[in-house]
């Protein structure tokens, strides 16, 4: 489905800060507050500048979906490439609202709206969602990887 290796500056600064720091303040653990959410285009991964889903012209059903700590498998400490999947399936409503759009990235955000993008990867392939559609990211499928 989609790897992201792309941290955005913010988050980069903030774990930069809370391990080199001791600034606990600066970042604070999102636990139970990450989202999954869709983009049809990115300008810039790394500064987190996306164009989500539009609720009001593309998909009223649109929202960015919660995965709770538990829904996310990390990788052994051991291994070279450190990475986190999803654990469960992540599926958004189905479409409605009128216009087909094309979903082209996933990311990670630390609120239900708003908020900071975390991480921003690019869908292995495009997908043209029509009304009725319902986008899924099947368990496994979604991979966070820090190199």
Known sequence: MATSNA???????????????????S????????YVGLATAVSNAE?????????STQDSN?????????G???????????????????????SSGGATYTVTHA???DAATSGNILFVGALDASKAIA?????????????IELK
């Open 7 to 25: 941290a955005t500056t913010y988050l980069e600064h903030r774990l930069l800060n809370f391990l080199f720091k001791n600034n606990a303040i």
């Open 27 to 34: 970042f604070a653990s999102p636990g139970n507050s990450i």
């Open 47 to 55: 500064a987190g500048t996306l164009t989500e889903v539009n609720t």
């Open 62 to 70: 649109y929202a960015r979906q919660q995965v709770n700590a538990a």
């Open 72 to 94: 996310w498998t990390l990788a052994s400490s051991s291994t070279d490439q450190q990475t986190v999947v999803n654990a469960a399936n992540v599926e958004f409503a189905a």
């Open 107 to 109: 990311f990670i955000a």
């Open 131 to 143: 009304s009725g559609d319902i986008f899924r990211i099947n368990a496994g499928n979604l991979t």
